[in-house]
């Protein structure tokens, strides 16, 4: 429980006339949930930022005890808040569909064009800057929600998550960092789980973890014990003039389309335990992916192959409508070589529990190169113990199409990704007006960006680095 919002919730509701809550009652409502002495300090507290927040939106606002004289407007509207009236969950964040690439994407707009090697922009697996030794990648992924009380686990596949984005623009991982947050009644040995899961792939691949960071989620201030945070890798694309990062956009017409068997990372491991299915887990707990894109990276084919990317983002039909929006090309696949591309054990966990196999995360390796480079690089990989399938071709006909049962049909990126949780499942029911979704959620995002504007004038413009 988020006691901070629940205190400011409280502070801004109004009763049944429309004037505001009593103190005496905002306070009686907040000592259900903890004592006395901490809901009074609370108030204090919450008061004082409610205060300076209806200041910032209204500073002609009657009756308001917040002495803000002296604080400069320009400070002011910093402080106010940017609303959408749009939650997370409605927007679909995080669940790799339209709305989650829609959030994505504005985000990229309010980074703007930076001078990277690969922005935000691109909305490929990482990003890429310039050095004097090559170019450096760098990733971040955050730990599967579903996965606290699982810290070992979610350490594991989100450290992997990390070395596979790095991995798939062309960069050997060179060091891993970690930011995790704990909820105030977590257990400390979370933490120290989560580390190992992440440092058991540091040992096998040389990868060191060298920075971090831990924090309880909001300090003293949200209950319960819930995990979160993320893993980022940096690696380097080796070359005299800066290396070449593989990128989405790079792909050519006439190219094939390779996929690894993948079974599964955080996504198919939560699929099993919460489906009780937990005898599909052991079939994640493997590093094929990793071996298989360091053998591709570190053999003579690599110069041929014009991007990879990780089943990841809604699945195969995710990343291919990804793949075809970067390069402005099409795609035309085979279903049925795009389903036996899932682990058979794990693909037949999803039909089972009614879940599209091409519609969530499965970890495949995709290499997109010459059809001739992806017949040496099948071998390459039939040779270290990994199986391989070619799945389809990139056409000049912009968009992703599927064969399946002598027809061709279009792929069409989905709002969310498969629901493969029951929980999932009942909240997939809800869609969301897409057209009306990204009107609200544009406005937020161009009033951040007026907010960023307005500080770089604060700060001025010859601050230097």
Do not use: W
């Amino acid at each position: 429980m988020d006691l901070e919002d629940l205190a400011l919730q409280l502070l801004s509701t109004t009763n049944a006339k429309g004037t505001p809550r009593s103190r005496t009652t905002v306070l009686k409502e907040l000592s259900k949930h903890v004592d006395k002495a901490f809901a009074e300090a609370l108030l204090v507290e919450m008061e004082a930022a409610s205060e300076l927040i209806a200041a910032s939106v209204d500073e002609e606002k009657p009756g308001l005890e917040y002495d803000h004289e002296g604080i400069d407007p320009e400070v002011l509207a910093l402080v106010r808040p940017v609303r959408t009236d749009i939650s997370a969950g409605t927007a679909g964040m995080g669940c790799r569909g339209e709305g989650d690439l829609l959030v994505h994407r504005l985000i990229a707009d309010i980074v703007g064009e930076q001078g990277a090697v690969v922005g935000v922009e691109a909305q490929d697996d990482g990003g890429a800057v310039a050095s004097e030794q090559g170019t450096i990648v760098i990733s971040v992924d955050g730990v599967h929600s579903r996965l606290s009380a699982f810290p070992f686990l979610a350490g594991f596949y989100v450290a992997q998550a990390a070395m596979r984005d790095t991995l798939v623009m062309g960069a050997r991982p060179l060091a891993l960092l970690a930011d995790v947050h704990l909820g105030d009644d977590g257990d400390v040995a979370k933490v120290f789980e989560f580390t190992a899961g992440i440092t058991s792939l540091s040992d096998i691949f040389n990868v060191p973890l060298v920075a971090g960071s831990t924090l309880r989620i909001g300090g003293d201030l949200v209950k319960g014990s819930r995990l979160s945070g993320a893993v980022g890798a940096v690696g380097l694309v080796p070359g005299s003039e800066g290396g070449r990062p593989l990128r989405r956009s790079a792909i050519k017409a006439g190219d094939s389309v390779l996929l690894t068997v993948g079974s599964g990372g955080g996504t198919i491991a939560t699929t099993a335990i919460f489906n009780r299915r937990a005898e599909v887990l052991e079939r994640t707990l493997n590093v094929d992916f990793l071996r298989a894109a360091y053998a591709v990276l570190n053999s003579k084919h690599a110069v041929d192959v014009h991007t990879m990317s990780d089943i990841t983002n809604g699945g195969v039909r995710g990343d291919m409508l990804d793949l075809a929006d970067a390069s402005g090309l099409g795609l035309l696949l085979s279903n049925e070589m795009l389903l036996r591309s899932v682990d058979p054990e794990v693909r037949t966990m999803l039909e089972e529990l009614d879940i599209d196999p091409l519609g969530v995360s499965t970890d495949s390796l995709m290499i997109v190169a010459p059809p001739a480079a992806i017949r040496n690089i099948s071998q390459l990989l039939d040779g270290i113990g990994i199986t391989s399938l070619i799945v389809g071709e990139v056409t000049s006909t912009p968009g992703a199409r599927m064969l399946k049962d002598g027809r061709t049909m279009g792929l069409e990126r989905q709002f969310r990704e498969s629901p493969y949780t029951p929980v999932k499942k009942v909240v997939a029911v809800e869609t969301a007006d897409l057209k009306a979704l990204k009107g609200g959620l544009e406005k937020g995002a161009l009033e951040a960006m007026f907010k960023k504007e307005r500080l770089k004038r604060i700060l001025g413009d010859d601050v230097g680095a």
